[in-house]
């Protein structure tokens, strides 16, 4: 009788070891998807250029005779 009980508890252990390892495995693989789906679009992303500083982003410079450098925050296109 007693050895029916170890065996029961036993085969209880199994299941519940067989099924939190399936756990993981689907996670680890659900895991494994993600992370290439997410790296393959930034590998595609990084293709696109870089589209060219406009005006209003370049850094501009006045230089005077002294060779002292006055910024410029703005610009007035007459």
């Given at each position: 009788?007693?050895?029916?009980?170890?065996?029961?508890?036993?085969?209880?252990?199994?299941?519940?070891?067989?099924?939190?390892?399936?756990?993981?495995?689907?996670?680890?693989?659900?895991?494994?998807?993600?992370?290439?789906?997410?790296?393959?679009?930034?590998?595609?992303?990084?293709?696109?250029?870089?589209?060219?500083?406009?005006?209003?982003?370049?850094?501009?410079?006045?230089?005077?005779?002294?060779?002292?450098?006055?910024?410029?925050t703005?610009?007035?296109?007459?």
């Amino acid at each position: 009788m007693i050895n029916i009980l170890y065996l029961s508890n036993i085969i209880r252990m199994y299941f519940m070891i067989r099924t939190l390892h399936g756990v993981y495995v689907s996670y680890v693989f659900l895991q494994w998807i993600i992370e290439n789906i997410y790296s393959g679009f930034i590998w595609i992303v990084s293709y696109f250029p870089k589209p060219s500083p406009q005006l209003e982003d370049k850094e501009l410079y006045y230089e005077i005779e002294t060779n002292d450098y006055i910024f410029i925050t703005s610009y007035v296109n007459i």
